[in-house]
């Protein structure tokens, strides 16, 4: 597989792992699809994809947390850890999926 493969499979392994209704869903998977289009992204070094894995992450759980019904919100202690949990899940995926390549 490629990067780009690689990067949508961790991506989309990601987000099957959040409680997200099925239009934000929609939403994300479309954002990933673009942003792995980008001509930028075949060009980054590993260094700037995990900040984007990082960034992309904290970011959607955020998204999730908030979209949530009040009773089944995360607190601030487990979002902080799952947030955490996720970031380092996917860049350990996504390191083996391209050590795979090499």
């Known amino acids: ?6 990067f949508l499979t961790v991506a989309n392994s990601f987000l099957g ?4 209704p099925k239009e934000q869903l929609d939403k994300e998977k479309k954002f990933i699809n673009t942003a792995a289009d980008n001509a930028g992204f075949q060009t980054e070094t ?3 994809l995990a900040s984007r894995f990082k ?4 970011t959607v759980m ?5 979209l949530m019904d ?3 919100k995360w607190d601030a202690v487990t979002l902080r ?3 955490t949990q996720y970031q380092n899940e996917a860049l350990q995926q996504f390191a083996t999926l391209q050590s795979k390549e090499a």
């Open 46 to 48: 590993d260094a700037q």
């Open 70 to 72: 009040d009773s089944d």
């Open 17 to 20: 792992k959040i409680p997200l």
């Open 62 to 66: 955020a998204t999730a947390n908030r």
């Open 81 to 83: 850890e799952l947030t």
């Open 55 to 58: 960034h992309y992450v904290t």
């Open 1 to 6: 597989m490629s990067r780009k493969d690689n």
